[in-house]
């Protein structure tokens, strides 16, 4: 009576647990392997082999902050490299840094600030100890004809004056932080964003009255955002290390693109777009 | 024996519990893979940090006003879609649905230069001395901007599946509109209005694109369960395990109370 009318049915069940236990399984596997191996597969390993200059493929994770000028360098190092192509994945630096902890296919890490770059350093996943090659300091966005009538940092504890800044978690938030703490002054934004991109959308839609942003966003915003620099910027200079990965299968090619954000073609770029040399 | 050869036997083929298991495991398992994360000795104290509590709290606030909204324009919303026919109706219906579909930074994109400061209605507002942005108002707008369609889906549904006779049963006896509406209509589909209503809380609570686009983030106003587990990840990743696990055990709560309440008579 108790009998099932499908007798198989249970058997189909395991069946289909164990299936899928076993996809998971090879799921982790396959996961492992790509944390060691390269993911850019076997062409980069033949390619690089030929010789007359490193070719092939390397993916290259960069701060949201470097989209504009590491494309650019990019372009010109698949020119001045034929048959390299470089492939991007632009996120915050905590983001990319926790990605490539569980594995994600990465040659080359390029970070916004020194803290990220050193929990890469400190699983030793790095081929040598990274390189500082720009830097970036904060300055007063506002909305194009400064409704708020902003100069200076002092005019940003004003009643009335609407200031968005990074959250004290990432890095542009502490920066905010330590130039408050050198001008003296406490601000008390109506809201603290997760990014700078984040600051700077508020700040250009016009919501806020002024934030807190790098000299680079300014540049790369347009006419929708006018920066106003103050002195105490200084206490707060944010460096951008650059390391090949040791996961990378085309060592040539990876330490070839750091060279040339280092060297002269990647500084041309990247001072163009408002950063500072290396400190 | 003999019984299941005389019933007629109206079970599922066999092989559909195939991937039917492969889709459960594929939703369960990376829920179970976050369980064993959790920090548990840290647990209670990450949980009931001052930020932590302020953000659950403004979520719950908010999700439960955004809700009520949902169902104060939302039923009136299904009502018209399900028992009205006029040009355009289609349309309507798939403009009002999009948000759905929509990925909710651009929803927070819409509402920012709808109703922010230099916003279609954003001079209108400031007139008025109402300024919406960085406030939990806006909170409690963009969740239900992003809710709202799930409550008007349910509803229309529901209102369609059951029919209009006793509407018109209750209209040749002389009652009104509004009457017919209020002691016939609304009765009837309160099923359905109340699994709307829970949908569209539980999609409030999980808001996140939106809310970060258009309110900002700041703790006890506009920072939320999602954007504190989100900032959170940023430095203290076992946190943001800990809240995440919050966030997962608080709508199952909400979802399974309100299933068995209505399955139980």
Not at chain 1, 252 to 276: E, I, M, R, S, Y
Not at chain 2, 79 to 101: H, I, K
Request: charged share 15%.
């Amino acid at each position: 009576m108790t009998r099932r009318p499908h007798p198989s049915r249970p058997a189909l069940v395991a069946t289909a647990v164990t299936l899928a236990l076993g996809t998971v399984g090879c799921g982790g596997g396959s996961g492992d392997s790509t944390s060691k191996g390269s993911p850019t597969g076997s062409s980069s390993r033949e390619a690089s082999s030929t010789g007359g200059g490193p070719s092939g493929e390397i993916t290259v994770f960069a701060a949201a902050s470097l989209k504009k000028t590491f494309t650019r360098i990019g372009a010109d190092f698949e020119k001045a490299h034929p048959g390299a192509k470089v492939t991007f994945s632009f996120a915050g630096s905590s983001d990319l840094v926790a990605q490539i902890q569980q594995g994600a296919p990465a040659d080359v890490l390029a970070t916004a600030d020194t803290r990220n770059m050193g929990r890469v350093t400190a699983e030793s996943l790095t081929t040598a100890p990274p390189v500082v090659f720009a830097s970036n300091t904060l300055e007063i966005a506002v909305p194009a004809g400064n409704p708020a009538h902003v100069s200076s940092l002092a005019d940003l504890v004003q009643p009335g004056v609407k200031v968005v800044l990074c959250a004290p978690a990432v890095p542009c938030g502490s920066a905010a932080t330590k130039v408050e703490q050198a001008a003296g002054v406490d601000i008390k934004p109506v809201s603290e964003e997760q990014s700078v991109t984040d600051v700077l959308g508020k700040v250009s839609a016009g919501e806020a009255d002024a934030g807190l942003v790098y000299v680079t966003d300014v540049e790369g915003a347009g006419d929708a955002v006018q920066g106003i620099t103050f002195p105490q910027s200084s206490a707060a200079v944010n460096s951008y290390p650059i390391a090949a990965l040791k996961a990378s299968r085309n060592a040539a090619l990876a330490d070839a693109f750091v060279q040339a954000v280092t060297g002269a073609p990647g500084q041309q770029v990247l001072a163009a777009a408002g950063f500072a040399k290396a400190p | 024996m003999s019984r299941s050869a005389r019933t007629p036997r109206l079970g599922l083929p066999g092989w559909v519990f195939l991937p039917a298991v492969l889709g459960a495991l594929f939703v369960v398992l990376p829920l179970l893979a976050m369980l064993t994360r959790v920090d548990w000795a840290q647990f209670p104290a990450l949980v009931t940090s001052e930020s932590s509590r302020a953000a659950l709290l403004l979520s719950l606030r908010t999700s439960a006003a955004s809700t009520v909204l949902c169902v104060l324009f939302g039923a009136p919303m299904a009502v018209v879609l399900a028992r009205t026919r006029f040009r355009g109706q289609s349309v309507l219906r798939s403009l009002v649905l999009l948000p759905l579909v929509l990925p909710p930074v651009v929803g927070g994109i819409a509402l920012l230069y709808t109703f922010g400061r230099r916003g279609l209605l954003g001079h209108t507002l400031d007139v008025l001395g109402l300024q919406v942005a960085f406030s939990t108002t806006a909170v409690v707008m963009a969740q239900t901007f992003v809710a709202l369609p799930f409550l008007v889906v349910s509803l229309e549904g529901a209102l369609r599946t059951g029919g209009q006779r006793y509407e018109e049963v209750a209209a040749t006896l002389g009652a009104r509109p509004t009457t017919v509406f209020l002691r016939v209509t609304l009765p009837l589909v309160l099923p359905g209005l109340a699994s709307g209503a829970v949908l569209a809380f539980a999609r409030a609570l999980g808001e996140f694109g939106a809310t970060i686009t258009f309110a900002g983030s700041l703790q006890g106003v506009t920072r939320t369960l999602p954007l504190e587990i989100y900032l959170q990840r940023e430095t203290d990743p076992q946190a943001a395990v800990a809240l995440s696990l919050v966030l997962v055990v608080v709508a199952t709560t909400v979802i399974t109370v309100t299933r068995r309440s209505r399955v139980a008579p």
